[in-house]
C-alpha cells in the first residue's frame, strides 16, 4: 500500500470542509491558549493531546455504519442514566456540586456523556415510532429528556442540564413537534417562572442578577462579567495585538484558559478577529446544516440537525456570557477553550455527522 493510498483510506469517510472548519478553531485554540497562559506551553500541551484523542474517537465513529450509532442510542442512554445515578448516590463533591464519579481508574463527569446520549435517544425512539407519531410518542420523549436533567441540575450543573435541554428540544423540534404545543410550552415555562427561582441556588440566583447591574458586586458576584466586558471591548476595531492583552496578561481576567477565553482572543484580536472566529463557527454550523439536509433517514436528519444547532447553541451562550448579555453559566467556548472533555464530547458528535454524511449513499442503496 503507498502512502497516498493508506491516507485516501484514512480519509475515506471524513467531510473534509467539516474537517477543515474544525481544524482552524483548533489551531486558533492553541495559538489563544498559548497567550493565556502567558507564553507557557503546559496547557498548548495538554490541549494538544486532547486534540490527538479526541480526533482519533471522531476518526472511530465517522467509520461507524449508521446503523451500528442507532444501537449505540440506547445502550449510551442507559449507561449515562446509571453514572447519574452513582453521581447522586456515591459522587464526589467539589466546590460544593457533586458532578464526578470516581470509577477506579479515572475519574468522571457522566452529564458531559448525556450531551450526545439524549439526544441520540430522542433521535432512535421517533426513528421507532416514525410512522405512526402522535402526541403521546412528544411526551414520552420529553420524558427521556426530563429525566437526565432532573439529575444533572439536582448535582447542581445548571448551564450542562440547560444545554442538555436545548439538544433535546431540537430533537422535539425537527421531529415535528406543532407549534401550538410549543407556545403551551412557552406559556407554561414563564408560568412556573416563579418556581424555579425559588428551586435556584443563591449563587445561581445572583448570576441572573448580576446579569442587569454587575456593579453591585464588582469585586464579587460581578467581577466576572465585568472583567470580561472590558477585555472584549478594549480589543477595539484592530486588537491590542498577540501577546499584548493587558487584562489577561495584567492577571484581571478569571478562567481565561476556559470560559473566558473569547475574552482573551477578543482583547488582542478586536472585532476583525471577531469577526473572523464567527466566520469560522458561521462556516462549521452551515456544513452541519447542508449534512442535515442531505441525510437519509429520519433518525440521521434528527440527529444531525440536534449535534448541528448544540454547537452553535454553545457558542452563542459562551459569547454572550463572556459578553455580559447572558448569565455566567460555566459554558467552554467550543473547540478554543482548554478542556479535554469538551473536546471529546465534541468531536464525538462531528464524528456522527461525518458517519451520516459518508455513510448516506449505503442506506439508499
Not at 162 to 190: E, H
Not at 282 to 310: D, H, K, P, Q
Given at each position: ?31 489563544t491558549l498559548y497567550s493565556a497562559g502567558d507564553g507557557s506551553w503546559s496547557r498548548v500541551l495538554g490541549q494538544s493531546a ?59 463527569q457522566p452529564s458531559e456523556l448525556m450531551k450526545i446520549g439524549v439526544p441520540l435517544m430522542m433521535a432512535w425512539y421517533f ?238 442503496t
Amino acid at each position: 500500500m503507498t502512502k497516498r493510498q493508506f491516507w485516501q483510506r484514512i480519509m475515506v469517510h471524513l467531510d473534509q470542509p467539516l474537517l477543515l472548519g474544525i481544524g482552524l478553531l483548533m489551531l486558533t485554540s492553541l495559538l489563544t491558549l498559548y497567550s493565556a497562559g502567558d507564553g507557557s506551553w503546559s496547557r498548548v500541551l495538554g490541549q494538544s493531546a486532547n486534540i490527538v484523542v479526541a480526533l482519533a474517537c471522531m476518526w472511530a465513529v465517522a467509520n461507524l455504519p449508521l446503523h451500528y450509532l442507532m444501537r449505540t442510542a440506547v445502550p449510551i442512554y442507559l449507561l449515562g442514566m446509571a453514572l447519574l445515578v452513582g453521581v447522586a448516590l456515591f459522587g464526589e463533591i467539589s466546590h460544593g456540586a457533586r458532578r464526578w464519579l470516581n470509577i477506579g481508574v479515572a475519574t468522571i463527569q457522566p452529564s458531559e456523556l448525556m450531551k450526545i446520549g439524549v439526544p441520540l435517544m430522542m433521535a432512535w425512539y421517533f426513528e421507532k415510532h416514525e410512522a405512526t407519531l402522535t402526541l403521546k410518542n412528544y411526551f414520552i420523549a420529553a420524558l427521556l429528556l426530563l429525566m437526565p436533567i432532573a439529575l444533572i441540575a439536582r448535582q447542581p450543573d445548571l448551564g450542562t442540564a440547560l444545554l442538555i435541554s436545548a439538544s433535546g428540544f431540537y430533537v422535539l423540534f425537527l421531529a415535528g413537534l406543532s407549534w401550538r404545543v410549543m407556545g403551551v410550552m412557552f406559556v407554561a415555562a414563564l408560568a412556573s417562572a416563579p418556581v424555579l427561582w425559588s428551586m435556584l441556588h443563591d449563587y445561581q440566583r445572583h448570576r441572573i442578577l448580576m446579569l442587569f447591574d454587575p456593579s453591585q458586586d464588582a469585586l464579587g458576584k460581578g467581577y466576572h462579567t465585568i472583567q470580561g466586558m472590558i477585555a472584549v471591548g478594549s480589543g477595539g476595531i484592530l486588537g491590542k495585538g498577540y501577546l499584548n492583552g493587558t487584562q489577561t496578561h495584567l492577571d484581571f481576567l478569571p478562567e481565561r484558559t476556559t470560559d473566558f477565553i473569547f475574552a482573551v482572543y477578543s482583547e488582542e484580536f478586536g472585532l476583525l478577529g471577531n469577526l473572523i472566529l464567527l466566520g469560522l463557527y458561521l462556516f462549521v454550523i452551515g456544513r452541519g446544516f447542508i449534512i442535515t439536509a442531505n441525510a437519509s433517514t429520519y433518525f440521521t436528519r434528527l440527529m444531525a440537525g440536534s449535534i448541528t444547532l448544540t454547537f452553535a447553541t454553545y457558542a452563542f451562550v459562551n459569547m454572550g456570557m463572556v459578553s455580559g448579555i447572558l448569565p455566567v453559566v460555566g459554558v467552554p467556548l467550543p473547540l478554543i477553550s482548554y478542556g479535554g472533555t469538551s473536546m471529546l464530547t465534541l468531536l464525538l458528535g462531528f464524528g456522527m455527522l461525518m458517519s451520516i454524511e459518508t455513510h448516506k449513499n449505503l442506506v439508499k442503496t
